[in-house]
């Protein structure tokens, strides 16, 4: 079966730097997807990756190894708005998002 | 301003009830989707479209259907065949690669949470 593994649940410090860790079986790999969704509310695009290596954009950074089937999520100077959950999806071979379950990161001052 | 709408933000279901939840969007997007999501579970696919007047079932259809007669909407109607409704429901658009005909970024609207009396 095709699976996506997150943690649960995070916490951090304000102003300090966290990884969320994903981990996948899928039958095929077309591409790696995080967002962010906030309480009720929907999920926001963050990064998407489909080769090795890592995507920077602002605070946040996403890095993807294929051949360990792993991906993590890079939050530096973290902000009280950082608290969400951090969703982790994959593009299988048919083309279909498998999506994980999310990591609720809650960020203390 | 370019994005997706759904409505209503809550809406609550009686027994034997049929529902329809709205979604509409002004992006141009050829590809719509709706997901539910429950606690603790990843976003679950119900039913996709890649072009006006055709769809396709995801992993839990039953229970749900869909239409698809102008690209901007692609509502979804909650019937009473559905037995436990209650869930915060996404609708989600991308474009679609022209070369490739592959679905690219999904971008979400607000939700639409279901409840029943």
């Known amino acids: 079966g095709q699976n996506i593994d997150q943690p649960t649940e995070m916490t951090a410090t304000e102003g300090a730097i966290v990884q969320i860790n994903c981990t996948y079986q899928?039958?095929?790999?077309?591409?790696l997807f995080w967002y962010q969704q906030h309480a009720g509310e929907a999920p926001t695009f963050l990064s998407y990756?489909?080769l090795d290596g890592l995507e920077e954009k602002g605070r946040f950074s996403s890095v993807l190894s294929r051949s360990k089937g792993y991906s993590y999520l890079l939050l530096k100077e973290l902000q009280m708005k950082d608290s969400a959950s951090y969703l982790c999806?994959?593009?299988?071979?048919?083309?279909?998002?498998?999506w994980g379950a999310g990591t609720k990161l809650i960020i203390k001052p | 301003d370019g994005g997706i709408t759904q409505s209503p933000k809550y809406l609550f279901r009686k027994e034997g009830q049929n529902v329809t939840l709205s979604c509409e969007q002004n992006?141009?997007?050829?590809?719509m989707y709706w997901y539910r999501q429950d606690p603790g579970q990843g976003l679950r696919l119900i039913y996709y479209?890649?072009?006006?007047?055709?769809?396709q079932k995801g992993d839990i259809a039953e229970g749900y259907s869909v239409s698809r007669e102008k690209k901007e909407s692609f509502p979804l109607t909650v019937t009473s065949a559905q037995k436990n409704p209650t869930a915060f429901y996404l609708c989600?658009?991308?474009?679609?690669?022209?070369?490739?005909?592959?679905?690219?970024?999904?971008?979400f609207g607000p939700g639409t949470r279901l409840l029943v009396l």
């Open positions: 990756n489909v």
């Open positions: 899928t039958s095929g790999f077309n591409g």
């Open positions: 989600a658009s991308s474009t679609v690669g022209e070369a490739s005909g592959i679905q690219e970024t999904q971008y």
């Open positions: 992006l141009n997007h050829d590809a």
């Open positions: 479209s890649q072009i006006v007047n055709d769809f």
């Open positions: 999806a994959v593009m299988d071979s048919n083309y279909q998002l498998i």
